[in-house]
């Protein structure tokens, strides 16, 4: 039986087939990246199969240390089956030090490391270019309630708390990372998306200097080349860890 229907959502890094059961999603990654909204394009063979596996192997972690996600299982290398949520337009970003945008429309310096997390939340909405928001406007917006954007907040919290650790023992720096989540049918809210390169800023901690090694999607945005090379050496230390 075929279990990849028709094609319901298609982003600028994923496919979302439906799936035999209503309650579950066939995602597929593809091996286009985007930067800045969209305006810098690129195809890069092998990543929408290195996000799926990293992205796999991550949710795998998160869940045995009891946060809920989407993912189920993978179908192949580049396709994973999750439930199916409705996703919340509102995109979770978590710093643990300084570095992007916080530096541009701040005066805080490049690779500060911050005394505690920072929350960054933005409106999931291409056409207004993803702007920064506030919990009040999110209130006027009737995005979410406010119980759940503090449950969101909770997770993301502990999220990051797991995945600095993990990501320390394979000596990457876990700089900042971007989250979605969702409702299921139960209105359950679980993370969704993808934790891959692609979300997350990875800096190598096997440097003897003090230069940064980014080994994520700053390599596209920033022009730096070896983006599938840093992809595959991120997804070779999770292999070896595990
Ligand atoms: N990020 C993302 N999607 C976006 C914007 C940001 O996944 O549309 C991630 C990005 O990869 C980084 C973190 O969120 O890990 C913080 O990004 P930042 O706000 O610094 O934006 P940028 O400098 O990438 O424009």
Known sequence: ???????????????????????????????DATAFNALKKAKFEGKGKLNCLISARIFEILTKNSIPTHFLELKNEYTMIAKKIKIIPLEIVLRNTAYG?????????????????????????????????TKDRIALMNII???????????????????KKFFKNIKLQLVD???????????????????????????????????IVSLDKDRFRND???????YSEINQRINNFI
């Open 1 to 31: 039986m075929n279990d990849k229907h028709e094609l319901i959502y298609e982003g600028k890094a994923k496919k979302v087939f439906s799936h035999n059961d209503a309650d579950k999603v066939v995602i597929e990654f593809k091996d």
């Open 177 to 211: 990372f971007k989250l979605e989540f969702g409702y299921d049918f139960q209105n359950n809210i679980l993370l969704g998306d993808e934790i891959s390169p692609d979300n997350c800023r990875l800096w190598d901690l096997n440097q003897k200097s003090d230069t």
């Open 101 to 133: 945008s916080l530096c541009k429309q701040t005066s805080i310096k490049s690779g500060t490391v911050l005394a505690k997390p920072l929350i960054d939340i933005y409106f999931k909405d291409d056409e207004l270019n993803d702007p920064l928001i």
């Open 145 to 163: 309630s406010s119980k759940d954007l503090e449950l969101i907040i909770d997770l993301t919290i502990k999220i990051n708390e797991i995945l």
């Open 224 to 230: 730096l080349g070896g983006l599938i090379e840093a």
